[in-house]
Structures are given as C-alpha cells and as structure tokens.
Nanobody, 117 residues
Framework: QLQLVESGGGLVQPGGSLRLSCAAS????????IGWFRQAPGKEREGVSC????????NYADSVKGRFTISRDNAKNTVYLQMNSLKPEEKAVYIC??????????WGQGTQVTVSS
C-alpha cells in the first residue's frame, strides 16, 4: 500500500518546539518534491514549506521563515519539519504531500499540533 504517514505532533507550549516526520511506505521518496501543509479548523489549507527531491532547495511561507526547517533523509525515506518558537495560532493538522513530475501525488492523513499553555 502506497502511503505517507506523519508523526511527531502533540501539545506544546508557546515558544516550544516539535519535529514532525513524514515517512513513506510502498514507494521511495527519492524523486518526489515534498511539501508540508497545515489546516486549522474553519480555515483553508495553507502551504508551510517544501523541499526538492535532492534536498538542494527549500521554500518557506513567510510566517514560518527563520523558525521552521524542512529536511529530508532519503536513506530513511523520511522528510522532517523542525518547528521552533511555535505560536498558538499555529495549532493545526500538519499534512505532508509528495509529488513527482508525473501524475503521482500522495497525501498523508496529518498529525495534530496544538500550541497552548
């Protein structure tokens, strides 16, 4: 079964950190661009960050620049999102996406992140 599985979410205090993981099973991520998205209740899904297949290029939403870092370990078939200095308004379900240059487009189920004191 081809799937992406996110993990690492949870409850963290404002200013705290979490590292999310996005692991693929049934296929290799080597040739995929990976994106992290988030969706808060009642809001549209928004892009947070993405990374090219080689890991050589990354991109971030303005709201997370300087605080979030995306990385990948193709040997582990996993992409990470390190999130620092988290804010309460960043409470959301964080979802990863893998897309290649063809028609392959996979989404995970997401992992809940709650930022609260």
């Amino acid at each position: 079964q081809l799937q992406l599985v996110e993990s690492g979410g949870g409850l963290v205090q404002p200013g705290g950190s979490l590292r999310l993981s996005c692991a693929a099973s049934g296929f290799t991520l080597d040739y995929y661009v990976i994106g992290w998205f988030r969706q808060a209740p009642g809001k549209e899904r928004e892009g947070v960050s993405c990374i090219t297949s080689s890991g050589g290029r990354t991109n971030y939403a303005d709201s997370v620049k300087g605080r979030f870092t995306i990385s990948r370990d193709n040997a582990k078939n996993t992409v990470y999102l390190q999130m620092n200095s988290l804010k309460p308004e960043e409470k959301a379900v964080y979802i990863c996406n893998a897309i290649d240059g063809g028609m392959n487009d996979y989404w995970g189920q997401g992992t809940q992140v709650t930022v609260s004191s």
